[in-house]
């Protein structure tokens, strides 16, 4: 099996990961990545891009001013609907990031880096590229704690529950 393969059979994975984010950030308001590193707060901005796998309207795109919160995302999560592609704000310890990414190839685009003001250029540059290494640090945290439920059947059958509630009450 090639790698093109192997990524579009694993593609669902990045759905639901971007999904259970969506559903934690409106939860708690805060999404907790390594138990011993700070939560992180998310809100999803426009536009959002839900796709199912079957069905003749396998795709909405919602935009707008607060597209995740609106009565089509609703419905489109009660089809059976993933989150597929978000723009999103991300925020932890006070360092805001700004970014779209693809759950299905965890692609990050449009990322808005904080410029960290006037400094001599060395420094600027080494204070950027140290958040885009909080960045990838952080993304990679949130993703290994859903890899660890979506890993432990009893506690994914909670979370997964809860997520239908979410769904059902959204």
């Known amino acids: 099996?090639?790698?093109l393969e192997l990524i579009q059979q694993?593609?669902?994975l990045g759905r639901e990961f971007m999904t259970w984010l969506w559903f934690r950030a409106e939860r708690d308001g805060?999404?907790?990545g390594r138990p011993q590193e700070p939560a992180v707060g998310i809100e999803l901005l426009g536009p959002v891009l839900l796709d199912a796998q079957y069905g003749d309207a396998r795709v909405s795109t919602l935009k707008g001013e607060s597209p995740a919160t609106s009565?089509?995302?609703r419905t489109a999560l009660l089809e059976g609907k993933k989150l597929r592609r978000a723009r999103m704000r991300m925020e932890r310890e006070g360092v805001e990031w700004v970014l779209t990414v693809d759950g299905e190839t965890f692609a990050v685009s449009g990322l808005g880096v904080p410029n960290p003001?006037?400094?001599p250029f060395a420094d600027s540059l080494a204070i950027r590229a140290?958040?885009?290494f909080?960045?990838?640090r952080t993304l990679g945290g949130l993703?290994?704690?859903f890899v660890r439920l979506r890993l432990d059947a009893a506690q994914w059958t909670v979370e997964l529950d809860a997520i239908h509630d979410w769904v059902r009450k959204k």
């Open 1 to 3: 099996m090639g790698v």
């Open 10 to 12: 694993k593609a669902f």
């Open 30 to 32: 805060m999404v907790q």
């Open 71 to 73: 009565p089509e995302a």
């Open 117 to 119: 003001g006037r400094m």
């Open 130 to 132: 140290s958040m885009l």
């Open 134 to 136: 909080d960045l990838e």
């Open 143 to 145: 993703f290994d704690e």
